[in-house]
């Protein structure tokens, strides 16, 4: 049953009761050192902020709009990492509709320059969030604007790389730090890029052993920000940008929220956070300014780092890892993997993240914003309705699914976690652990169904064992010594597999390329037409395709090392762009070994020359290997269909 309640948005009468609650939050005598009209909103569409202003609406439908970083965004359901805005709605009644326009690497400064907040005149630049529309196209009166930015606004770090993504805090006054505006910078182009006028001496400092990073800055972003930005050094700070934030919103009619940046995972000695560069500045400057700032504008204030700071030292250093992402075995930073089961594989073996939360630490947060919104209507919709901004609605106890924990989590360690919880319910009831008696019944039952795996029965116990498996990798940690025959299971696994391969037809003819034959180094760029093996390798200017190392995989039993890959930018229809040409001169099995060049997983597109789609391979964030078959003979092309993707090799194999 669905419990309902009024969610009530009030000025200074919620903001009282959450920045009081809050150890670091500015005392009511703070001032705004600026107060000024944000000058980045359109004029077509503004009206002037105000602080005061009440937009009641009373039992009808509302959007919540998500503007946020990587710790907010929506990951996909393969992936380790996981962002709390994607499971915000699952705490939420239908008639609240939650669209997360969070994306990794966004600061508060880089979010509005990209055109996320409101269009931007002249810009180019395209993104996927939100359908590709701006926070502005879509925003209404009644709707409210959640405001999460810090990881990449803090300017602590030594990665002088991240220029265009930092925001300086400003000096304090008295602990104080102050809301300085900015002014934007004219972006000069030549052709299609922005020129080194277009960033200022600082910039180019701060980038100055990044000159490939800051020709990409200029080719790929400033140029596509529109006619001018607000760069590093454009006098701003960071709780000036997010009170652009807060009056855009209003001047729309919505209620802005501040969220404090979530916390990360680096522990001092004596079980505590620390603090520092990196990890939103030394004593958490970073989130001092936002609850500041939530103070001096009357915005209502999720404390959401409070929050998991508290999560994150309450279960201790050892078992905070159970709730962050990990990073692949290559110790790249793809997070990438079958989810739950592939992170209770390589749980223990891959390095932990210190900024990112796996899915259901993600969810965990998101549970702790939805509490923070019950807390609103139980303590502050009694007498109050008219001078809220207010909407009937439901705040779930129970959510309507349930991302489940590793199994290797300890039933300690997770009663910790659901016991942080006291106003939602972030576990299912109906949710348990197997009984280990049913697996190992299970396992002897089917020893005795098939005392011997046989060439007639194998694919009957494949089937046997995976329904097992997927009854084992749910018993929890602590019960896990209770299976006392899982051996029986693996070995029934390895004699179907054998089974398996044997039975697979034999290819009478195998060609394999192997972009290691290329005379070009690695970071060459192939611009133009090559041939290596019979297969095309076409790119064009601007549109490269760039050599990247190697690597070695495993196929039908045999082991393959290739030294070089190919790295293909997307596209949805290859036409002049990147891609692969092969021919195949009669039917064939088709295998593409390739792997996303980002965290989320992609696909390979195959077409034929007439650019009619044939059939899709993988590239996920882990090595793929796609093998489709019955091709029939005909002339393909093959490239990314939509973001970049690395090809380590084709597999073509002829059966007569």
Not at 13 to 18: D, E, F, K, N, S
Not at 230 to 252: C, H, M, V
Not at 322 to 333: E, F, P, Q, R, T
Not at 405 to 428: C, G, P, R
Request: net charge negative; charged share 20%.
């Amino acid at each position: 049953m669905k419990l309902k309640g009024v969610l009530c948005f009030l000025g200074v009468g919620i903001l009282g009761l959450a920045a009081c609650q809050n150890s670091g939050a500015a005392t009511s005598e703070s001032v705004s050192q600026s107060t000024s009209t944000p000058t980045n909103t359109p004029s077509s569409s503004a009206v002037e902020p105000s602080q005061s202003t009440s937009f009641v609406n009373n039992d009808s439908e509302a959007t919540i709009f998500l503007a946020g970083d990587s710790t907010v965004k929506t990951y996909t359901d393969k992936q380790y990492i996981g962002g709390w805005g994607q499971y915000l709605d699952l705490f939420l009644d239908d008639n609240i509709t939650v669209k997360n326009c969070a994306q990794g690497g966004r600061s508060s400064r880089s979010f509005i320059n990209e055109g996320r907040l409101y269009d931007n005149e002249g810009s180019t630049y395209t993104f996927s969030e939100n359908g590709g529309n701006s926070i502005g196209d879509e925003i209404k009166a009644g709707d409210y604007l959640f405001i999460q930015f810090g990881h990449n606004d803090d300017d602590t770090k030594a990665a002088n790389s991240l220029a265009e993504r930092m925001v300086p805090l400003g000096e304090p006054v008295n602990g104080i730090y102050p809301t300085t505006p900015g002014t934007k910078t004219t972006i000069v182009k030549q052709g299609g890029s922005a020129t080194e006028a277009s960033v200022s001496s600082t910039v180019k400092t701060k980038m100055a052993d990044y000159s490939s990073v800051l020709t990409s800055y200029l080719a790929n972003s400033v140029s596509k920000y529109g006619n001018d930005y607000y760069e590093y050094s454009s006098g701003g700070t960071y709780k000036w940008f997010l009170k652009q934030y807060i009056d855009f919103a209003r001047s729309k009619g919505a209620t802005p929220v501040l969220v404090t940046p979530v916390a990360r995972v680096s522990f001092n000695t004596d079980g505590t956070l620390k603090s520092g560069p990196g990890l939103h500045g030394t004593d958490f400057a970073y989130v001092k300014a936002v609850r500041q700032l939530a103070n001096e504008e009357n915005c209502l204030l999720i404390d959401l780092f409070e929050d998991t700071k508290n999560m994150l030292e309450t279960l201790t250093q050892s078992e905070a890892n159970y709730i962050m992402a990990l990073k692949d075995s290559s110790g790249s930073n793809s997070n990438s993997g079958d989810w739950p089961q592939g992170f209770d594989t390589e749980y223990g073996k891959a390095t932990k993240e210190a900024t990112h939360y796996n899915k259901f630490g993600a969810y965990l947060t998101a549970g702790k914003v939805a509490e923070h919104l019950k807390a609103f209507v139980s303590e502050n919709a009694k007498g109050k309705e008219n001078e809220a901004i207010s909407f009937t609605h439901s705040i779930l106890t129970t959510p309507e699914s349930y991302i489940a924990h590793s199994n290797l989590m300890h039933k300690e360690t997770a009663n910790k976690l659901y016991n942080m919880f006291s106003s939602i319910n972030v576990k299912d009831p109906s949710f348990s652990y197997p009984d280990p008696a049913i697996v190992t019944n299970k396992i002897t039952e089917m020893v005795t169904n098939f005392p011997t795996v046989t060439q007639e029965n194998y694919l009957q116990v494949k089937e046997a064992c995976e329904a097992i498996r997927a009854k084992f990798v749910l018993i929890n940690v602590d019960d896990l010594s209770q299976v006392t025959n899982i051996d029986s299971l693996t070995e029934y696994e390895e004699e179907v597999r054998l089974l398996e391969v044997a039975n697979k037809p034999v290819p009478t003819e195998v060609i394999v390329f192997d972009p290691s034959g290329l005379s070009q180094a690695e970071n060459d760029n192939i611009t133009s037409e090559v041939v290596l093996n019979g297969v095309k390798i076409v790119g064009a200017t601007g549109k490269a395709i760039t050599v990247m190392p190697g690597v070695k995989f495993e196929y039908n039993e045999e082991e393959y090392t290739t030294t070089k890959s190919l790295s293909m930018g997307g596209a949805a229809t290859f036409g002049t762009n990147r891609y692969l040409e092969i021919t195949t001169t009669k039917t064939a099995s088709i295998t593409v070994v390739a792997k996303s060049t980002g965290s989320d997983d992609r696909i390979v597109k195959m077409v034929t020359a007439s650019k009619q789609e044939v059939d899709t391979f993988d590239a996920k964030g882990t090595i793929s290997i796609t093998t489709k078959n019955n091709i029939e003979a005909g002339t393909y092309q093959l490239g990314s269909a939509n973001k970049g993707v690395y090809i380590y090799a084709i597999i073509i194999e002829y059966f007569d």
